[in-house]
């Protein structure tokens, strides 16, 4: 498995496989062929049916330039190595091509090169799934996030350290926003109005209430092109801070406690990335929304010091509960119904770990399982239902 600096990356919104992805194929590409005069980026199935509302476009163009580069959306492909393949051209004066190279969004701003090896980039754990993980921590003594610690470099802490600071900031940077979301759907923000007290709410009642208000602080900033961390996407960035953030005020926790909680979630993050996926053009929301849950419900695991069965058990009811869960972005926008698609999340991830905790002892069912369940049920979703906004209420929004 790869290093959980691959699933957590702090860039910009709105779509870690729509934007992140190409903006860096594009950076990969200027640094292969700088010569050229012009550029042409082709964008084919999901980059092309959504690209536009996900402002794919706007981010190649960012780093190849405006002026001498061409962005074609291709929607009649077919057959394409993967839902999120893109093309790129280099061109010199007359038009001819210097270099073409084709590149796999594959998810979480991960590309992949088609025709390198996927071996190029270092493996830094020796394990394959969840329960050679859970093996080695029963052996050892140890929780996730220890095994996390001796397996990443020296400078993890730091990174976990910028990872926190930055959802910690994003959190309340929308909390303080108002108005409507760019793109043109008239999407108003609601993280603040989230955030006031109600009247004569429960002590329960104004817990969800703000848990909701973080979720939709984060994913309003993604969806306005601010700064996030994809964890394991942009789109389902809030499900984690909103619950890491919450812990964190209600408890008084130690930035040590949260930076533990943040490698615990990402082990299990890493665990769907590594043998399914965590895009929503292959494998539908439930590999971007369901992963932030299961991730989220191994940090509340975590923060509660649950033991290591408490936690496969959360992580696979997270996941279990969300299998199907189709992407249909309306307008091709990360926001109709992304940005409470998060809240909901946050919310269930801490019932998840709730509830493995009362039934500890009785799971059926392995992580490992329901993880490559999730993956076989995203192959079978219509691409209707893959991050194309060609079904469900991308379709019927308005009708
Ligand atoms: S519906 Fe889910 S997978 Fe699709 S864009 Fe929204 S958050 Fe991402």
């Known amino acids: 498995m790869h290093s959980l600096r691959e699933l957590y990356k702090i860039g910009r919104g709105p779509s870690s496989s729509h934007t992140m992805g190409p903006e860096r194929a594009a950076h990969d590409f200027l640094g292969r062929c700088p010569q050229a005069a012009r550029f042409r980026a082709v964008l084919f199935g999901s980059l092309a049916h959504t690209g536009k509302g996900h402002l794919t476009d706007v981010a190649i163009l960012s780093v190849l330039g405006e002026e001498r580069t061409e962005v074609v959306f291709d929607k009649t492909a077919k057959e394409l190595p993967h839902p999120n393949t893109m093309s790129f051209y280099g061109l010199d004066e007359r038009g001819n091509v210097l270099m073409e190279r084709t590149y796999l969004s594959v998810g979480g701003g991960v590309i992949r090169a088609v025709g390198e090896e996927e071996g190029a980039r270092k493996e830094v ?42 959802m910690r900031s994003t959190v309340e940077q929308g909390l303080r926003e108002t108005g409507e979301l760019p793109g043109g759907l008239h999407v108003v923000r609601k993280a603040k109005t989230l955030s006031v007290r109600q009247p004569n709410e429960s002590p329960e009642e104004r817990e969800k209430r703000e848990i909701c208000s973080y979720a939709f602080a984060t994913a309003e900033e993604n969806a306005s092109c601010g700064l996030i961390v994809t964890a394991p996407t942009c789109g389902a960035s809030g499900v984690l801070p909103a619950v890491l953030y919450h812990l964190q005020k209600k408890y008084h926790l130690s930035e040590n406690a949260v930076l533990g909680a943040l490698a615990a979630a990402g082990m299990v993050g890493n665990v769907v990335k590594h043998n399914a996926s965590v895009s929503g053009a292959e494998a539908g929301c439930q590999a971007e929304i369901g992963t932030a849950t299961c991730m989220a419900a191994a940090a509340v695991c975590r923060l509660y010091g649950y033991s290591l069965e408490e936690t496969e058990y959360a992580a696979e009811i997270a996941l279990e509960h969300q299998l199907g869960l189709t992407c249909d972005p309306v307008g091709g926008l990360v926001q109709i119904p992304c940005i409470e698609r998060n809240a909901v999340a946050a919310m269930r991830a801490l019932d998840a770990a709730e509830l493995a905790h009362v039934l500890h002892g009785t799971r059926k069912i392995s992580f490992d399982t329901i993880v490559k369940t999730m993956y076989e049920t995203g192959k079978d979703l219509s691409e209707r239902y893959r991050e194309t906004s060609e079904g469900g209420l991308a379709v019927h929004y308005g009708c």
């Open 125 to 166: 754990y020796p394990f394959h799934n969840f329960s050679e993980i859970k093996a080695y921590c029963e052996q050892e003594g140890i929780g996730l996030d220890e095994a996390a610690y001796r397996f990443e470099d020296g400078e993890f802490r730091d990174f976990l350290r910028e990872v926190w600071d930055t």
